[in-house]
């Protein structure tokens, strides 16, 4: 599994995600972005999801620290993966639970999802 967090230019947040995600993975995603945030009051993110394989069995998922973990400091979330991806992914970020709009948009849309992001 690869996580690579960047701070873009464009005033968001890439992360690549491949293969299988574990919760220590996730962890040190959100803790790149405390870091960033650090610095920011509020800040967008795009996620990428290739390769994606899911989420490793048998970690402590019901932990759902990271969905409150910034807050209303994440206006916008945009996720670009499969299809199949979609619903889960949506679900484990908290989309309709949380004041982020959250959209997930398939690769073929991927200059949607950032045209989205950036409005």
């Known amino acids: 599994m690869t996580a690579i967090l960047k701070d873009s230019q464009d005033d968001y947040i890439l992360v690549h995600v491949s293969g299988w995600i574990t919760k220590t993975e996730l962890d040190a995603i959100n803790q790149q972005v405390a870091k960033i945030m650090e610095t920011e009051t509020a800040i967008r993110m795009l996620i990428h999801l290739v390769d994606f394989k899911g989420w490793v069995k048998g970690d402590d998922w019901g932990d759902t620290t990271h969905l409150a973990a910034f807050g209303n400091r994440i ?5 670009v993966g499969k299809e199949q991806w979609k619903e889960d992914s949506l679900l484990f970020m908290g989309a309709g639970y949380r004041s982020t709009e959250i959209q997930y948009f398939i690769p073929e849309n991927e200059s949607s999802a950032l045209l989205w992001l950036l409005e």
């Open 75 to 79: 206006p916008k979330m945009a996720i």
